[in-house]
């Protein structure tokens, strides 16, 4: 049974057999769900709110039950990611949205994991010690997420390289799509092998970060980090080429 015939009130009633700090979390971050889902509607407006909500609070409840503190995360964006997931899975089988919204959908996604590896970064290291470090730090990552976003988009032009993608272009009207592509592909020329692998099953084949590790012989938490300071250097690359 999908998502959508999930009634608003049963995950409530289901987390009365979950322990107390589980029904806790939930509780207090009930309102994310809201959130998540009004973002999520603004670019799938064929998507029922109601029917996101409740894929929502069933990715919430799973959050809750297998969040670990010690790993550092903070609830909140660890639950957002599987929230958010949730309300994909629940879009990608309704039929619901239209290839342009699945588009934007896939580039917010890829966004999100490269704030979630952040998370995990910043839980293990010392924050900036300047305001001038922090506002770097803050303007690379910035760069990162948009470049996410653009690999994604970019890939949803139906190309599983950057090459099929660019032949597909029209000339007149992608003319700064091109240049971006040749950029992109310059930058990771000069990237480990494994990095580029990485890039393309993630953003040109749309595996999960699970399927490019098992692929790799790698762990997910691994390609996650890599992953992440891959593409927040090719973010500020691109950024450099453009604003020197």
Known sequence: MGPASVTLDEPQKRRAADAPEVIALVTTHLDLVGVVAGSMK???PRADFDDLVSAGREGLLAAARVFDASHGVPF???ASFRVRGAM??????????SRAGMTQIRAFERAQAQSIAYAEEDAARPSAATAEEA???LSDRLAANATAMALAMLASSGGDTLDHVASRD???QNVERRVLISRVESILGTRPEAEREMI???YFEDLSLEEVGA???LHKSWVSRVMAR???QLGVALRDTVDP
């Open 200 to 202: 393309r099953l993630h």
């Open 76 to 78: 909140k964006a660890f």
């Open 42 to 44: 603004r670019v799938t």
């Open 170 to 172: 029209d000339e007149e």
């Open 230 to 232: 891959t593409v927040e």
């Open 88 to 97: 994909i899975d629940y879009l990608r089988t309704s039929q619901k949205v």
């Open 135 to 137: 506002d770097k730090l």
């Open 215 to 217: 692929r790799l012989g």
